[in-house]
């Protein structure tokens, strides 16, 4: 196979993600003397991650990078990095990627269609909104708040005591500005780069999720590959990732920067009472051997 290959994110282009590909296409590129390639279409141009994870595994597109939100109704191996509070540092998080552990959750989505690269980090998440600054989860209580779509973070915001709305990323700014709904969460990065700063002017510093991202390919695409090939485009996945750490490091200090000179007001919290009303969702989506032994074998890989 040669070719230009397509691949799919729904940060702009200038975002760590984005860049980590376009890193990989350039290392497949000189590796095969401008044989084989990566165009990303940044922006969320393809659509919406749901939208493109399925065109991802018929071999419409060949790359995508997504969270592992949309990948949790897909296949319950991705649940647990999604859970909150399972990892306590960015450390851990990716000491347990780097592992067996984050080797197997990839793999697992092979039956779906789909090669799993490599993962990459998305930081800590935290919630924002409209209306006020929260402190405590009464503090949620009415508050109508995006998710991405996974009925794990809609379980997880409703046990708050708010109301969870699954919406696609790309729509988040507009549902916002139009009151739609009050708020959303997400990390530093992507506060700042989607814009949603700009209208919700409360960020309230829960770090509830450390949920990575991953990079995907579509089998049917891997599958035209020669053997040679499949072994470049692992070793150029392998090699992004350290990559994409930089820029990811650099990204987090600028936008917490760039929130710092806003008008946007951010306020610390206990995140107790927060972890206790979420903690419930742990049992009501893990509940395979599987998925337990990944939740152990995380939980063993913290520090001290
Ligand atoms: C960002 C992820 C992106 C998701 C988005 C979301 O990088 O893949 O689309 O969150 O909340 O942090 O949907």
Redesign the pocket.
Known sequence: MSGILTGAD??PADYP?VQAVEFMGRYLSEKTAGRLGIKVFAGGQLGS?TDTLEITSFGGIDFNR??F?PLNSIEPMTLPFSLPFIFDSVAHMRRVVDSEVGDEVLAALDRHGLIGLCIYD?GARNFYNTRRSIYTPADMVGLKLRV?ASDLYVAMVNALGANAVPIP?GEVYQSLAQGVIDGAE??WP?FVSARHYEVANYLSVTEHLLTP?ALVMSKASWEKLSGDDRELVREAAKQSVPEMRKLWDARVAEAKQTIAQSKVQVNQLDKEPFAALMRPVWDQFITTPEQKSVVERTLAMKEG
């Open positions: 729904a940060h993600t991650e997504v969270n939100a998305s991405p990323f997400n990390n992507s991202e």
